[in-house]
């Protein structure tokens, strides 16, 4: 059974980088045809994707976050991270990791709250 | 780019009651349409994809259906543990979009 986990700072300050890491875990991150991805909610509000990334590291980006966000994968360490730069408050959100399944989400870790404030 | 629109926003129903989603697509997605449960505090769940292909585990009183623009998810006897915002998803060539999610509410 694959379980993701995302860990990472739960406070971040307002122009800095967000940055998230989600570990995989019942499974090798390199094995099947997945695509691994984060998507986030902010508090009330509906579901947001950010990007997808390829063990190969090809990566594919929402076009209103792509001039900030950077995915990579470590195949060495099964896991993949985000970075979300020049955050702001409307960045506040849970931030889940998830396995893509051909077009869908099929495997999400259980998500963390990040917040944006000084 | 595709947007998903999804009614009711709200729906208020009692346990047993048998509930219908609608989820529509402002250009044809073919059955490349996926649902999703989410409750308070917890990660989405997938339900259902392919439009209408049940995920492993999820109870057969769940089920989808449509195609091109127009989806339903169907709940055939709502349970208690049903109770939670439902979400439709898709896949183009901009990314991933959400429809705006469908909350059901104990009446």
């Known amino acids: 059974q694959v379980q993701l986990q995302e860990s990472g700072p739960g406070l971040v300050k307002p122009s800095q980088t967000l940055s998230l890491t989600c570990t995989v875990s019942?499974?090798?991150?390199?094995?099947?045809?997945?695509?691994w991805s984060w998507i986030r909610q902010p508090a009330g509000k509906g579901l947001e994707w950010i990007g997808r990334i390829y063990t190969s590291g090809s990566t594919n980006y929402n076009p209103s976050l792509k001039s900030r966000v950077t995915i990579s994968v470590d195949t060495s360490k099964n896991q993949f991270s985000l970075k979300l730069s020049s955050v702001t408050a409307a960045d506040t959100a849970v931030y889940y990791c998830?396995?893509?399944?051909?077009?869908?989400?099929?495997?999400w870790g259980q998500g963390t709250l990040v917040t944006v404030s000084s | 780019d595709i947007q998903l629109t999804q009614s009711p926003s709200f729906l208020s129903a009692s346990v047993g009651d048998r509930v219908t989603i609608t989820c529509r697509a402002s250009?044809?997605?073919?059955?490349?349409l996926a649902w999703y449960q989410q409750k308070p505090g917890k990660a989405p769940k997938l339900l259902i994809y392919a439009a209408s292909t049940l995920q492993s585990g999820v109870p057969s009183r769940f089920s989808g259906s449509g195609s091109g623009t127009e989806f339903t998810l169907t709940i055939s006897s709502l349970q208690p543990e049903d109770f939670a915002t439902y979400y439709c998803?898709?896949?183009?060539?901009?990314?991933?979009?959400f429809g705006p999610g469908t909350k059901v509410d104990i009446k």
């Open positions: 998803q898709q896949l183009n060539s901009y990314g991933f979009t």
């Open positions: 998830a396995r893509v399944s051909w077009y869908y989400f099929d495997y």
């Open positions: 250009q044809g997605i073919s059955s490349y």
């Open positions: 019942g499974g090798s991150i390199s094995s099947g045809s997945y695509y």
